[in-house]
């Protein structure tokens, strides 16, 4: 073998001696690229890209006055090293592409740490939960590209012709649900979870009873095909441990209809800074009432800097409910997520931290397809940590931190 390749080596001197001269040092040849030239304050742009970019053979794409005074155009290696050296001319660099910003991980699937979950797989790549949830709320934007929108499962209880969003609110819960790991814009913590607009609000965020009813009762209908229901919303009421009817609660009523049919609800503790048993569908038993954390950097251990709002980092946020019903907290201010007009917004409330529960359910319900509601409540509650600053608590009850790491 050494002999072999001996041989060879002698045999490739022997090709090489044997080349013209010419040959062996004719030159590269002079590549062409985009370049930007960035020329000295007071100087023409217009007349100076012509003469520097043209003559020497260069097409120009944009000439610059306002911001700087420059020009950009495509031309070759030679031509772009020798306008760097005009004395009119601060500096000429290659041009090169720009694209959106990467990715997002909003800081409320960072805490519950999502991007560890086998199932939710957050890696940038676009492999979708294969969980239906519904979306209780003021609709979602049936076209927004970071959202694995069900426009065939469509509901609207509330006004208007459709159930797209023109509030804002249900896109975003939309998002922290199921944004898609596409690598563009936010991701949720079930990536791609299937989400069906259920408008029971106005533009406005507000509605009836009989809306929400029309919500629960639709969803009902599709219990076959929905595993999980958020519903960030909620008005004044309480629990008579008796599904409703014994205080005429109608709204309990349905729920617990659609809880024996199948569907998990995650449900908001609201925003009053009060008992939550003062308020439904928070109080309901059949539920998983959700309280808010103040987290501003996805991380444990407190003393992060406030952000959007001045609450104490890992703490329970100062407007959130509380209470014996309670049964997750999850994060639930400055949230990042979808909205409507393709866009992403920054807010708070019981209203963001419910859907982070409701995407822990879809990543449980992914792997445990049978699970039964009570199940899923429970397999959260245990999973779930207690690395939250419980001290300014009023119940003084030290809930489960959402943490889906092992769904």
Same mark, same amino acid.
């Given at each position: 073998?050494?002999?072999?390749?001996?041989?060879?080596?002698?045999?490739?001197?022997?090709?090489?001696?044997? =080349?013209? $001269?010419?040959?062996?040092?004719?030159?590269?040849?002079?590549?062409?690229?985009?370049?930007?030239?960035?020329?000295?304050?007071?100087?023409?742009?217009?007349?100076?890209? #012509?003469?520097?970019?043209?003559?020497?053979?260069?097409?120009?794409?944009?000439?610059?006055?306002?911001?700087?005074?420059?020009?950009?155009?495509?031309?070759?290696?030679? $031509?772009?090293?020798?306008?760097?050296?005009?004395?009119?001319?601060?500096?000429?660099?290659?041009?090169?592409?720009?694209?959106?910003?990467?990715?997002?991980?909003?800081?409320?699937?960072?805490?519950?740490? $999502?991007?560890?979950?086998?199932?939710?797989?957050?890696?940038?790549?676009?492999?979708?939960?294969? @969980?239906?949830?519904?979306?209780?709320?003021?609709?979602?934007?049936?076209?927004?590209?970071?959202?694995?929108?069900?426009?065939?499962?469509?509901? !609207?209880?509330?006004?208007?012709?459709?159930?797209?969003?023109?509030?804002?609110?249900?896109?975003?819960?939309?998002?922290?649900?199921?944004?898609?790991?596409?690598?563009?814009?936010?991701?949720?913590?079930?990536?791609?979870?299937?989400?069906?607009?259920?408008?029971?609000?106005?533009?406005?965020?507000?509605? =009836?009873?009989?809306?929400?009813?029309?919500?629960?009762?639709?969803?009902?209908?599709?219990?076959?095909?929905?595993?999980?229901? /958020?519903?960030?919303?909620?008005?004044?009421?309480? #629990?008579?441990?008796?599904?409703?009817?014994?205080?005429?609660?109608?709204?309990?009523?349905?729920?617990?209809?659609? @809880?024996? +049919?199948?569907?998990?609800?995650?449900?908001?503790?609201? !925003?009053?800074?009060? /008992?939550?048993? /003062?308020?439904?569908?928070?109080?309901?038993?059949? @539920?998983?009432?959700?309280?808010?954390?103040?987290?501003?950097?996805?991380?444990?251990?407190?003393?992060?800097?406030?952000?959007?709002?001045?609450?104490?980092?890992?703490?329970?946020?100062?407007?959130?409910?509380?209470?014996?019903?309670?049964?997750?907290?999850?994060?639930?201010?400055?949230?990042?997520?979808?909205?409507?007009?393709?866009?992403?917004?920054?807010?708070?409330?019981?209203?963001?931290?419910?859907?982070?529960?409701?995407?822990?359910?879809?990543?449980?319900?992914?792997?445990?397809?049978? +699970?039964?509601?009570?199940?899923?409540?429970?397999?959260?509650?245990?999973?779930?940590?207690?690395?939250?600053?419980?001290?300014?608590?009023?119940?003084?009850?030290?809930?489960?931190?959402? !943490?889906?790491?092992?769904?």
């Amino acid at each position: 073998m050494r002999k072999t390749l001996l041989t060879v080596l002698f045999a490739s001197s022997l090709a090489l001696a044997a =080349t013209p $001269a010419t040959a062996a040092f004719a030159a590269a040849p002079d590549p062409v690229g985009d370049y930007i030239v960035v020329l000295k304050a007071g100087t023409d742009p217009s007349s100076l890209a #012509d003469t520097q970019a043209r003559s020497r053979g260069g097409a120009v794409a944009k000439i610059f006055s306002h911001a700087l005074q420059g020009y950009s155009a495509k031309m070759s290696a030679s $031509a772009a090293s020798a306008i760097a050296g005009d004395s009119r001319v601060l500096w000429v660099q290659p041009d090169r592409a720009v694209s959106i910003s990467a990715q997002t991980v909003p800081t409320g699937v960072n805490r519950a740490d $999502a991007e560890l979950s086998p199932t939710a797989k957050i890696n940038g790549v676009d492999e979708r939960v294969g @969980v239906d949830v519904a979306v209780i709320d003021t609709g979602i934007q049936l076209t927004h590209p970071d959202l694995n929108v069900y426009t065939a499962g469509a509901k !609207n209880c509330s006004t208007g012709s459709s159930a797209n969003d023109g509030n804002g609110h249900g896109t975003h819960v939309a998002g922290t649900i199921g944004a898609l790991d596409n690598g563009d814009g936010v991701v949720g913590v079930a990536p791609g979870a299937r989400v069906w607009p259920v408008r029971v609000l106005n533009n406005s965020g507000s509605g =009836t009873l009989s809306s929400v009813i029309c919500g629960i009762d639709y969803v009902t209908a599709h219990a076959s095909e929905i595993e999980v229901a /958020n519903m960030s919303l909620g008005a004044t009421g309480a #629990d008579d441990g008796n599904c409703g009817n014994s205080n005429n609660d109608a709204m309990h009523r349905a729920i617990c209809a659609s @809880v024996a +049919a199948g569907v998990t609800y995650a449900v908001a503790a609201g !925003n009053e800074t009060d /008992n939550a048993a /003062n308020h439904v569908p928070a109080a309901y038993d059949e @539920v998983i009432t959700v309280s808010a954390l103040a987290d501003f950097n996805g991380l444990p251990g407190g003393g992060a800097a406030p952000t959007c709002r001045s609450d104490v980092d890992d703490t329970l946020a100062d407007f959130s409910n509380y209470g014996a019903d309670v049964d997750v907290i999850a994060p639930g201010v400055c949230i990042l997520s979808t909205w409507k007009g393709s866009a992403y917004n920054t807010i708070s409330g019981t209203s963001m931290a419910t859907p982070h529960v409701a995407g822990g359910a879809a990543l449980y319900k992914a792997t445990h397809p049978t +699970a039964s509601p009570a199940s899923v409540k429970s397999a959260l509650q245990a999973a779930g940590t207690t690395d939250w600053n419980s001290a300014g608590d009023p119940d003084g009850i030290k809930e489960k931190l959402l !943490n889906v790491a092992t769904f």
